[in-house]
Every structure is written in structure tokens, then in C-alpha cells.
């Protein structure tokens, strides 16, 4: 093996699949019984994130960044002067066992460009999932990316050696795709991801009668979207999201700010800042819509098309409907509480539980962690007096930013501080 020649191939197909951020892992659940190397059960599996809050514990490539594509937003397009690489299928198979072993991955996160066609690269990304599972007997992650327009067929077998797969959308409409990136399809897209969608149920169905079906995508399947390259407003991601969530079963989406690579007309300029707020308020959104019993009209609408930066998605919604507070914190149902700014899920859970035994005062509050500096002004607490009645919406968000010092307006990093709002 010509290891310099690996080494140099690994820096250009490492890079250029940095770009890619849907690589989280939660929700597998290959064990390994006995025999056979790795497993991906439990082992916190791509819970490490570099500053910008990209996930780091999987070996992160590209099969090649040739690519007969023109995307205008991506950095492997094939009119990019850039240096190119491609690495063989037993290459792959032997880097991922070798990092493997020495404990620097817990799994394999495999992209590509698409070189000849598309199924002539879903068949080589395919080979090296089988050569792992069948030859290795490889019980880490395996998180293949769905070339857009592969066949229904290696859909099908893909999902049989992978944890997770996933096509990314990158462009969230059909006219920012056609802008820029004529080539493709949007058919291309979805075809893929349906079938991934019907093969999911299909095998969860087959799994309640013969329990030794093989598992099919374990994982689940996830998109990404690109934020700030076209002139999307939020509400249009958001929307789109929400369709993927409903109809393609999809187990997360991401976003990812666009980062600039080119100098073209049809995108931002070369200088312009990554959208890193934007992004975060979009995952702080999507988080509200899965787990806080948010609807995305409630959150973004005809009125309200793009998420401020300055707040976050649920005090903007809070500030925006005061008529259904204040809430009485004694006495509120689950789905009500948990709709207050300052309290996140692990709070109503302790709420529930705390107000069981006695009638919960401010202090009660303070010790189970809500946030009070913006929580106040949306509740009552053991006494019917709302002390902030006559405050305006406009001025309960400038006390609140006042008092949260430059953490609402600063550009921190996502990922972080998302999950409990
Ligand atoms: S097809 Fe994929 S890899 Fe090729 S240019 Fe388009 S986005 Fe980039």
C-alpha cells in the first residue's frame, strides 16, 4: 500500500466532505454478539463536536470528489479547480478498520461525489458497507449517503449493511435547486428517499412476524438542507422540513449554514459571514416542533416568515400570544408549561413531580433551574397576581435581553443552548 499516496487522498476527501453536517448517529442499535469487531449500541457513537458544532468521532469521507455535477454551492463541482482523489473500495475498508481499531472512530460516515453515474456510485459506496459488515464483521456505524437518482434496487440493498442513510436536499425549493443546480432533478431526491421511507416500514412490519428479518437502515434516514444560499426565508425551510418529517419518516434534518466557496452572481458574495445564528435558530425551531408540541404555522406563518435573531423561536411565539398568559405554574397542563420561555422539558418534568407535594413558589422554581429572568413574565406562582400585566410585549423582550446581558444578541455557537428554551 502506497500510504503517502492514502495520506494525501484522506486530506483532499476528508476536506471536502466537511461541508456535510448530517452526521449524527443517535438512534442505532447494531450489537455486537460475541464475535466481530465493534459495536454501535450505546457507545455514544458522534457525540463529539468540534467548536462550530460539526460532529467529529466518525471517519468522515468522500469515495472520490470527481463529480460530473455542477452545483453551484459546492466545492466539488466539477468546474472547481481543485485538486481531485478517489479511493478504491478496499481502501475505505481498510482506513475505517485501522482507525477503527486504534480508537480514534466509532464508525464511518461515506459521501460522494457522483463520478459516471448515479448508481455507478451507490454501487461502490454499497461495497464498501457489505465488505465491512460480511468480510470485517464491522459492528460500528455505518452512515451512507443516498446518491440522488440510484435505482430502488440498491436503495433496497443499501439499507441492508447501513445504520443510517440519507440524501441531502441542500437546496429547501425547487426553484433555488433549478437556480443552482440545473442539472438535477428534484425527483431525484425524493425517489430515493421514498423508498428508503417504504422499506423502513415494510421491514418494521416484517420484523413484528419473523423477528430475524434482517434490519433495514436501523437508524433511520435524515436529510440536510443548506441555509443562506438562496433567498429562502425560514418559513420556506421550516416548511419543507415539516413535509420531510410528516411524509419521508425522516429521523432528523439538518441545516447547515452556507459556507462561501465561489465567486458566482447567483450566490453570496465570497466575503459574506456564515449564517451560524440563523442555523441555530432553525434547529432551536425544529426542536420546538418534535419534542414542545409546537405546530410550524404557530412559529412561522404569512406574518411571520423569518425567525429573529435576536430571540429564540419560543419567546418570539410567547411575546406574540400573550393572551394565553400568564400561565399558572400549579395548575397548568404539561403541553402549557412547557411552551414557556425559560422552561425546558426536564423543568416541567421536575414541576409536575415537585407540585405533587406542595404549591410551588419562585424559590421552588429557581432550585429546579427555569430561567427566571425570562420565565417571570409569563407566569404566576402561588398567588393569582401577575405582576407584569401592564408590560408590553416590546418591552418584556428588552428587559429580557437586558437582563440575559449578550447572550441573545452574541453569535455563539449552535448546537449548544438549543435544548433547553
Ligand atoms: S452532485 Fe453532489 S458532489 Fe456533485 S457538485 Fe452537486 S452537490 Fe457537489
New binding site residues.
Given amino acids: 500500500m502506497d500510504f503517502e499516496r492514502i495520506k494525501e487522498k484522506l486530506a483532499i476527501l476528508a476536506d471536502a466532505a466537511k461541508y456535510d453536517v448530517s452526521c449524527s448517529s443517535s438512534g442505532s442499535n447494531r450489537k455486537n454478539k460475541g464475535k466481530g469487531l465493534g459495536d454501535s449500541s450505546g457507545m455514544g457513537i458522534c457525540h463529539s463536536y468540534t467548536e462550530d458544532g460539526r460532529c467529529i468521532s466518525l471517519l468522515k469521507i468522500l469515495l472520490t470528489n470527481h463529480?460530473i455535477?455542477?452545483?453551484a454551492y459546492?466545492v466539488?463541482?466539477k468546474s472547481n479547480d481543485i485538486k481531485r482523489a478517489a479511493f478504491k473500495v478496499q481502501e475505505v475498508v481498510d482506513l475505517t478498520i485501522n482507525f477503527y481499531r486504534r480508537n480514534y472512530i466509532e464508525g464511518l460516515f461515506l459521501s460522494s461525489?457522483?463520478f459516471k453515474d448515479a448508481d455507478y456510485t451507490m454501487e461502490r459506496l454499497i461495497q464498501v458497507a457489505k465488505k465491512l459488515r460480511l468480510e470485517e464483521n464491522f459492528n460500528g456505524y455505518i452512515h451512507l449517503k443516498s446518491i440522488p437518482g440510484s435505482s430502488d434496487e440498491l436503495m433496497q440493498e443499501a439499507g441492508l449493511y447501513a445504520d443510517r442513510l440519507s440524501v441531502n436536499i441542500?437546496i429547501p425549493t425547487v426553484s433555488g435547486l433549478k437556480l443552482l443546480?440545473p442539472d438535477k432533478n428534484h425527483e431525484d431526491f425524493m425517489k430515493p428517499m421514498n423508498k428508503v421511507k417504504n422499506e423502513i416500514l415494510r421491514n418494521r412490519e416484517e420484523k413484528k412476524i419473523l423477528k430475524s428479518t434482517q434490519k433495514y437502515a436501523p437508524a433511520g434516514q435524515s436529510t440536510q438542507m443548506i441555509v443562506g444560499a438562496t433567498g429562502e426565508t425560514d418559513r420556506d425551510i421550516m416548511y419543507t422540513a415539516t413535509h420531510f418529517y410528516r411524509n419521508y419518516n425522516m429521523k432528523r434534518v439538518y441545516y447547515s449554514g452556507y459556507v462561501p466557496v465561489t465567486t458566482d452572481p447567483r450566490l453570496p458574495a465570497l466575503t459574506s459571514a456564515v449564517p451560524m445564528l440563523r442555523e441555530n435558530r432553525l434547529y432551536q425551531t425544529d426542536w420546538l416542533l418534535r419534542f414542545y408540541g409546537f405546530d410550524i404555522r404557530e412559529l412561522l406563518n404569512e406574518d411571520h416568515k423569518n425567525l429573529e435573531t435576536d430571540i429564540d423561536p419560543k419567546l418570539s411565539w410567547a411575546l406574540r400570544n400573550m393572551q394565553h398568559f400568564p400561565v399558572d405554574i400549579n395548575k397548568a397542563e404539561k403541553q402549557m408549561l412547557a411552551r414557556i420561555p425559560g422552561i425546558g422539558l426536564k423543568s416541567v418534568q421536575k414541576i409536575i413531580k415537585a407540585r405533587r407535594f406542595r404549591s410551588l413558589n419562585w424559590e421552588h422554581l429557581k432550585n429546579i433551574g427555569v430561567a427566571l429572568n425570562r420565565a417571570r413574565y409569563f407566569i404566576t406562582c402561588n398567588s393569582n397576581n401577575w405582576e407584569k400585566k401592564d408590560l408590553t410585549s416590546e418591552r418584556i423582550k428588552n428587559l429580557i435581553l437586558k437582563s440575559s446581558g449578550s447572550k441573545f444578541s452574541k453569535n455563539y455557537s449552535p448546537q449548544l443552548s438549543m435544548f433547553d428554551t
Fill in positions: 463529480c455535477f455542477d452545483c459546492c466539488t463541482r461525489g457522483i441542500e443546480a
